[in-house]
């Protein structure tokens, strides 16, 4: 580096030229570290974001599953109320079966 500097000041850059290059890189370096710095704090924001959709699909996964029981619980409660009807029809048929051979 010290070799690069005597050059460039036989080459005719001056000191001021030499002192604004450095300040730019020093803005550089300072920019980068806060592109670093403000990485840790992006990557907490994502890790709340995936947090938040974690808590909202298991919300959803949950309400799924309990409209998953009513429905089945509809569909059970149908087929006994049909199976129910049957059965009452089956029993009304004998019985008036029995009356109309009892009546003969």
Known sequence: MELDVTKDLEQGLSLKKLNAIEER?????????????NADTNAEEVRSSLSEMKTE??????QVKRLQRKLIARQTSSKY??????????????IMNSFKVASL
């Open 81 to 94: 109320l049909f199976c129910v009807i049957i059965v009452a029809l089956v029993l009304w048929s004998l």
């Open 25 to 37: 890189l020093g803005g550089v370096e300072n920019t980068l570290q806060e592109l670093i710095d």
């Open 57 to 62: 699909m298991e919300k959803n996964t949950s």
